[in-house]
């Protein structure tokens, strides 16, 4: 989660850059491909996998800028520092959008994976697709075939927030005017009030919704919760004011309210936290706002904390 939202290059209004019949974007990604023979999309992870073969393909989103940043970063020492031996650069027939295909193994212990990684810059965004598997004598993908994959790559107009959040295990239907400006990997929403989707510090509240798995017993919660509040992105000298429990939609929960300094600004602020449990999973909400706004804000941070509840 971070307060610094660059939302514009998912914005853009530019066509498609690349259209592939039978394309499979996972999770309402705005990429896709179409997976070989075997695998399906992956409910763990935004892409596909054959957990028969043992081989996945990995698909990571980034704003069109990253492009240049990542391929920079893909030097062969860089590489080689996490275990992979490069064999091979080169480039993929993707029509007029750039990339950067690198072929070879990485080595964890005795563990040999093959992988293929390419990154793919298009307008809209940036791609980095990781194709690997075990060399452990299971029938093997054969270059050919990872390579007339990747070749499918598909990029699409990316979905509005509204359209992603039909994706999230939860339900926020009471917004309390605050609007949705992103959701992030189909685990959390991240809503504001005011007229930019681009939010320095904290010039604008922020309300960020959140899943994650576990349960921690009821002896253990208060420090789940403080241990999830330790860090704050865009607020320093955190000082706590009130931690304490509570119900939250019926389900027991933990809020944690503190005031802070803006970093960009050094202004206080407020942030309050609230992490309701459930059997399987916790919902962790966070706000933050500019101390003079807080009266105002606090009861529709709390309305939408209210408001949030699963499909």
């Given at each position: ?37 075997g695998m399906t999309e992956s409910t763990s992870f935004s892409g596909f996998e054959d957990t ?239 101390a003079d706004a807080f009266p105002d804000i606090y009861p529709r941070f709390r309305a939408i ?7």
């Amino acid at each position: 989660m971070r307060l610094a939202l660059v939302l514009a290059a998912l914005l853009l209004s530019c066509g498609l850059a690349r259209a592939a019949d039978g394309a499979v974007f996972p999770r309402g990604a705005s990429v896709g491909l179409v997976p070989p023979e075997g695998m399906t999309e992956s409910t763990s992870f935004s892409g596909f996998e054959d957990t028969a073969r043992g081989a996945a393909i990995l698909i990571v989103e980034m704003p069109p800028q990253a492009y240049e940043q990542v391929t920079a970063g893909f030097t062969d020492a860089a590489l080689g520092s996490k275990g992979i031996l490069v064999e091979e650069r080169t480039s993929l027939p993707l029509g007029d959008i750039k990339n950067m295909l690198v072929v070879g193994r990485q080595h964890a212990g005795p563990v040999v994976a093959r992988k293929w990684i390419l990154v793919a810059g298009a307008p809209t965004a940036t791609a980095l697709v990781t194709v690997q598997e075990p060399s452990d004598g299971r029938a093997p993908l054969s270059d050919e075939t990872v390579r007339k994959t990747l070749e499918t790559l598909t990029f699409r107009q990316p979905p509005s927030p509204d359209e992603q959040a039909g994706n999230l295990p939860f339900k926020i239907e009471n917004r309390a005017g605050f609007r949705l400006v992103k959701v992030v990997g189909n685990t959390a929403a991240i809503l504001t009030d005011g007229p930019k989707d681009m939010i320095d510090g904290a010039e604008q509240p922020v309300f960020v919704v959140g899943v994650g798995p576990g349960a921690p017993r009821e002896d253990e919660r208060q420090q789940f919760a403080l241990r999830a509040f330790s860090s704050v992105p865009g607020v320093k000298e955190l000082r706590i004011e009130r931690a304490e429990p509570l119900r939250i939609a019926g389900q027991p929960g933990f809020e944690i309210l503190a005031n802070g300094k803006d970093v960009a600004t050094g202004g206080d602020v407020k942030v309050v936290q609230w992490v309701r449990f459930g059997q399987t999973a916790y919902l962790r909400m966070l706000g933050v706002v500019r101390a003079d706004a807080f009266p105002d804000i606090y009861p529709r941070f709390r309305a939408i904390r209210d408001g949030v509840g699963g499909h």
